[in-house]
């Protein structure tokens, strides 16, 4: 994969907060893209390149907290906030809903830079642990329902003989399956493949009980 | 004069003693001498003709109903008592009957007399040692009641050619003295009168005979000039009370008043030699005086004090709006934080992005450039806004000048559009596109824009089911006039509180302390407009005002000498 420019959104009515923060992160870096309504930025095509969104509290139609409602599922756009009349009810509200940050304008130019990259940061954190997720899911599906099976128990501390006797196959099958199931996980160690169903677990439970 | 009655007919001797008895009432009346002595003297007269009469003249009272005491030097003053103050009617006895009836009452014997029984007023006159009563009105020669002229005797008697004759003669100078006294006495009270409305209304009276410069001052004039009333009056002396800023004044209305005569109404100053200022209302007509005459004569009211109370009621309203617009700018914070703060935040990533170009390598030296001025446009930006909140907040004196009501609603919006986004208001502004100019105080007018918008916002925070719409329209009005119009959809107003809501101290609002549309309608009173609002017929109120285009400042009232009430040059 190509290495991707991050991609900063701004969402601001103002114009001059506007054409500042374009002209200053891109001289960062960054790509910047400008919207001055929530509901312009909401028409944006999704993109899965890392990124955060800076958004200004108080705007025309929808403000700032009720995207950042809107937004509750992507993880992989933290949102740095930025206001003209910041008042610590609201502060708290953004920050509890998961805002990285919450800068009152006039803000220093480094503590939003520091701050968009802590979020970029963490934007390409929640990107590749998805990435890594979709591959686990990928290499689990790939599994047959007796590895699967074997993998459940093992993960959970049987011995093999244990395992064998709760599926009634002897403990060389069992050794065999098991040795299949850390390939096509790819899984490095048996510590692996424990981390790696805790990671499928959550989202993965009715699959590993079928 | 002791022979007078004694003898049948008159002789030469009575004759000339008469005419020299008339002669010298008629100069004791022209001498001033007062009623009662002139009277009294009369009475004297008849009764030393020596024929055993006593005299008494009784006077009717200024309202018509009730006998006043004249003279009645020999009578004995409980019978005189007895009598006055009897209604003036027939049956009150001899005097009231006959000034009732403007006839001669003759009882010539009291004893056999059957009238004013009721009164019972023969036995009292009996009991006085009175036999007889001849009663004569005396009138004026327009033919008015002043009294009554009474002849009694201490026997029955009837009046002879003679009697009669000497009493026609009497009465006759009676009623001169009467009403000289009487007309005397009105014009004193008159004059008593007219000084008193003087003095209590601080208003003096003075004429100018322009042919030939003479003044004649009433003594409240002379006292608003603080001059002493025996110093003749001389266009000099008044030149050296006049303000020295109003002598070109005077001269004018004296110039116009020569030429073109008419009348006059204008206020003047005087500055008096301790350095005291009076504020004069002076209103003159132009007249031909009874020498045929040009005159100016006219009134001199000294309305300093009214102008000084003007002027602290004035002072105490422009703090009342001061205080409120204070009051107004702690709500606003928020929203002018916000207002300023976007420039600076602009500012900031400008001065920030300039220096990183600045430190690349190689330097983006255009790219600083641009950046340095995008900075200056948002540091104008900031500088704006302070500007304007200065303008709105400062406390400073009536400014009239020319305001364009588009331009000036569109600041106060801008103002406002964070409290307004923050409230999610709609604004909508229908601006009337040649909307002419109006002359006004800009910071007084916006601040009357602000509390509508501010109002109309606050009646629609807590509207959910339809949109927190606000419409905001200018237009030309009737009369030369210009209107601002600010609709809301919000919780609209009882209209049964009526104008109370214009009223200092009511308010419908939680946090409010109802100033704002009591101040804003001041405002647009001094302004010589109307402020007014309505319950629309769905949700919501409209409150609209209206101000005219020119501006007539009620301290520059000067100019309206200029103005003739009347003049004669306007007739055709």
Not at chain 2, 228 to 254: G, Q, Y
Not at chain 2, 532 to 551: H, K, L, V, Y
């Amino acid at each position: 994969m190509p290495p991707r420019t991050p991609i900063v959104f701004v969402v601001d009515d103002d114009i001059s907060v506007r054409e500042s923060l374009e002209l200053l992160l891109r001289t960062a870096g960054w790509r910047v893209e400008t919207f001055s309504s929530a509901t312009d930025f909401l028409a944006y095509p999704r993109t899965s390149v890392p990124g955060c969104l800076v958004l200004d509290v108080s705007l025309p139609d929808l403000n700032g907290l009720e995207l950042q409602q809107r937004l509750e599922d992507r993880r992989e756009l933290p949102i740095v906030f930025i206001t003209g009349h910041g008042d610590i009810p609201m502060s708290v509200r953004a920050m509890k809903a998961g805002a990285t940050e919450f800068l009152t304008k006039p803000f220093k130019a480094d503590a939003l830079l520091d701050a968009i990259r802590g979020a970029i940061a963490g934007s390409t954190a929640a990107l590749s642990r998805e990435t890594e997720l979709k591959n686990l899911r990928a290499s689990y599906a790939a599994l047959s329902r007796r590895e699967r099976e074997v993998m459940a128990l093992v993960v959970a501390g049987k011995l093999n003989k244990q395992v064998g006797g709760a599926l009634g196959i002897t403990e060389v099958t069992v050794k065999a399956h098991r040795g299949r199931v850390m390939r096509k996980m790819k899984a490095g160690s048996f510590a692996d493949l424990v981390k790696m169903a805790a990671t499928l677990r959550p989202s993965g439970d009715a699959r590993t009980t079928v | 004069m002791t022979a007078v009655l004694q003898g049948q007919s008159p002789t030469r001797e009575n004759l000339l003693a008469l005419l020299a008895a008339e002669k010298r009432f008629l100069e004791m009346v022209t001498a001033g001498k007062s009623m009662a002595e002139i009277l009294a003297a009369l009475c004297q007269l008849v009764e030393s003709t020596g024929d055993g009469c006593y005299c008494s003249v009784v006077l009717v009272d200024p309202s018509g109903t009730r006998l006043e005491h004249g003279a009645a030097p020999s009578l004995p003053a409980s019978f005189i008592s007895s009598i006055i103050g009897r209604p003036v009617n027939v049956d009150s006895g001899p005097c009231a009957m006959a000034a009732t009836l403007k006839e001669q009452v003759i009882a010539p014997d009291l004893a056999s007399e059957t009238r004013w029984t009721e009164y019972a007023w023969c036995p009292m006159a009996l009991a006085h040692g009175l036999q007889s009563c001849w009663s004569t009105p005396i009138l004026t020669s327009a033919g008015k009641v002043l009294g009554a002229f009474a002849l009694y005797y201490d026997q029955p008697r009837a009046p002879t050619a003679l009697h009669q004759n000497l009493i026609e003669q009497f009465t006759h100078i009676a009623s001169i003295a009467i009403e000289r006294a009487q007309n005397d006495t009105a014009l004193r009270r008159s004059e008593a009168f007219l000084a008193e409305a003087q003095r209590l209304s601080s208003t003096g009276s003075f004429s100018w005979n322009m042919a030939t410069d003479r003044f004649m001052w009433s003594a409240e004039a002379y006292r608003i000039y603080e001059i002493d009333p025996a110093v003749p009056v001389t266009l000099d002396l008044i030149a050296t009370r006049v303000h020295p800023d109003n002598l070109a004044n005077l001269r004018d209305v004296m110039d116009r008043a020569r030429r073109e005569g008419g009348d006059f109404d204008y206020e003047s100053r005087l500055l008096m030699p301790d350095g005291t200022v009076k504020y004069l209302h002076v209103v003159a007509h132009s007249a031909h005086g009874q020498d045929g005459e040009r005159e100016l004569i006219g009134t001199i009211q000294d309305v300093t004090e009214r102008r000084r109370s003007e002027e602290a009621v004035g002072k105490l309203r422009a703090e009342l709006a001061h205080v409120a617009r204070v009051t107004s700018l702690g709500a606003l914070t928020a929203s002018i934080a916000h207002e300023v703060n976007q420039p600076l935040a602009g500012i900031i990533a400008n001065a920030s992005t300039c220096l990183l170009m600045l430190g690349a390598d190689p330097p983006n030296i255009d790219g600083a450039r641009e950046t340095a001025r995008r900075t200056i446009r948002d540091g104008n930006r900031a500088a704006d806004v302070i500007t304007r909140l200065r303008a709105l907040f400062s406390n400073r004196d009536t400014t009239i000048e020319s305001v364009d009501l588009n331009e000036a609603a569109r600041e106060v919006i801008a103002l406002l559009l964070g409290e307004l986004q923050r409230n999610q208001v709609i604004v909508r502004p229908e601006f009337a596109d040649d909307l002419p100019p109006v002359a006004a105080d800009r910071v007084q007018v916006q601040q009357v824009i602000l509390n509508l918008l501010r109002n109309a916002s606050e009646a629609m925070s807590n509207v959910d089911d339809h949109p927190r719409e606000m419409v905001i329209r200018t237009a030309p009005d009737e009369g030369d006039r210009v209107r601002l119009t600010v609709e809301d959809a919000g919780v609209g107003f009882d209209q049964r509180a009526g104008d109370k809501i214009f009223e200092m101290f009511y308010t419908t609002k939680s946090g409010g302390m109802g100033i704002g549309l009591s101040v804003s309608r001041s405002i647009i009173e001094r302004h010589h407009g109307r402020l007014w609002g309505t319950p629309n017929d769905g949700p919501g109120a409209t409150f609209a005002f209206s101000i005219p285009r020119t501006f007539r400042s009620p301290a520059a009232t000067f100019e309206r000498y200029q103005r003739p009430i009347e003049s004669r040059s306007d007739q055709p």
